[in-house]
């Protein structure tokens, strides 16, 4: 954790290597009226895969309850990178940002990177949510690599 502009910042990143081509990949990370079917961390999600687009969230943690939130796409390269910010109220007070990369190591293999960058006041705070929230991150990669590789 290091010393962000307002706050903290704490970064969560998992890498998970995908027997599937990037394309097989992004199909199913942005096709957003499946993710009830196969993802255990992000349950559902309305809204489009385009820079700009506002999204409205659900939110599994494990031994947790739903949450709701809205958020932002900054940031959509098609079949590369998809990434969406969340705040609580002020982004000074917390923000999160999703990044999704993928990286086509061969035509048949992708790496899939899922990263939470979290700053804020608030993130010295939210300890007690940080390993949950990796179980999460973990779940959800399993979770696509397993839905791309049966495909």
């Known amino acids: 954790m290091g010393v962000a502009m307002f706050g903290e910042r704490f970064t969560l ?9 990037a394309a097989a990949v992004w199909e199913i990370l942005t096709d957003f009226d499946a993710f009830p079917q196969w993802n255990p961390y992000l349950v559902e999600i309305r809204g489009a895969a385009g820079t700009g687009a506002k999204l409205d969230l659900v939110l599994s943690l494990p031994g947790g309850r739903e949450r709701r939130r809205e958020a932002l796409v900054h940031r959509c390269v098609e079949g590369q990178q998809l990434c969406w910010r969340r705040k609580f109220l002020f982004s000074f007070i917390f923000q999160a ?4 990369r ?8 992708t790496r899939f990177t899922h990263t939470v960058v979290s700053t804020g006041w608030a993130v010295p705070y939210q300890t007690h949510l940080r390993a949950k ?14 839905r791309a590789e049966q495909c």
């Open 102 to 109: 993928l990286l086509p190591l061969d035509p048949r293999c």
């Open 13 to 21: 990143s998992v890498e998970t290597e995908i027997a599937a081509p």
């Open 133 to 146: 929230t990796q179980a999460a991150i973990m779940g959800m990669n399993r979770a696509l690599k397993a």
């Open 97 to 100: 940002e999703h990044q999704f």
